[in-house]
């Protein structure tokens, strides 16, 4: 088993920013890439951010220049550090792994249980 624990969320003014963080635990002997996601209410979940284990990293066009992502290999946790955040930013997010299990060297795609950002104008 696998588990992601987001923390860090909450309610925040136009303009301002949020770290969060996400970490994972449990049978794994390797984590590929680590990304955030968001869904709004009434819309599909999307990306935000990824990065892979050698630090490539990727960016939705909507938060290119204002968000940024970091990893902790050896904490197996990253950091999406959101700038200048604004009310179309509100929504939950989610924290995403994909890797390999300690076990059986089988991959797994993992979710964690999400939390809610809430950006007031």
């Known amino acids: 088993q696998v588990q992601l624990v987001e923390s860090g969320g909450g309610l925040v003014q136009a303009g301002g920013s949020l770290r969060v963080s996400c970490a994972a635990s449990?049978?794994?002997?390797?984590?590929?890439?680590m990304g955030w996601y968001r869904q709004a209410p009434g819309k599909q979940r999307e990306l935000v951010a990824t990065?892979?284990?050698?630090?490539?990293?990727n960016y939705a066009d909507s938060v290119k220049g204002r968000f940024t992502i970091s990893r902790d290999n050896a904490k197996m946790t990253v950091y999406p550090q959101m700038n200048n955040l604004n009310p179309e930013d509100t929504a939950v997010y989610y924290c995403?792994?994909?890797?390999?299990?300690?076990?059986?060297?089988?991959?797994?795609?993992?979710w964690g249980q999400g939390t809610q950002v809430t950006v007031s104008s």
């Open positions: 995403n792994a994909d890797g390999l299990y300690s076990s059986s060297r089988g991959y797994f795609n993992a």
């Open positions: 449990g049978s794994i002997f390797s984590i590929q890439a």
């Open positions: 990065i892979t284990n050698g630090g490539t990293t």
